[in-house]
């Protein structure tokens, strides 16, 4: 039974440590722009080397933001 519980929790913390990497990270979206690869993340987006904040406001990147926040929050709360 202690082995399950042991287990459980292994999984509970490689999945909030997962989630905290995924929020951080900038390569949710690889794209080729211009002849040169551009990716982004929930924060910000990258062009060649430089990189830059998202500063537009679209719906569906501020639904996630929030989404992923508060998932981190509950995650870690547990």
Known sequence: ????MGGGLFC???GTILLVVAMATDH????RLSGSFAHQGLWRY???NKCYL????????????AFMILS???AISE
């Open 1 to 4: 039974m202690y082995s399950f």
């Open 12 to 14: 509970a913390w490689v």
């Open 72 to 74: 981190a929050l509950c």
């Open 46 to 48: 990258c062009l060649g």
């Open 28 to 31: 949710w979206m690889q794209y």
């Open 54 to 65: 998202q500063t537009d406001s679209i719906a569906y990147w501020n639904a996630t933001r």
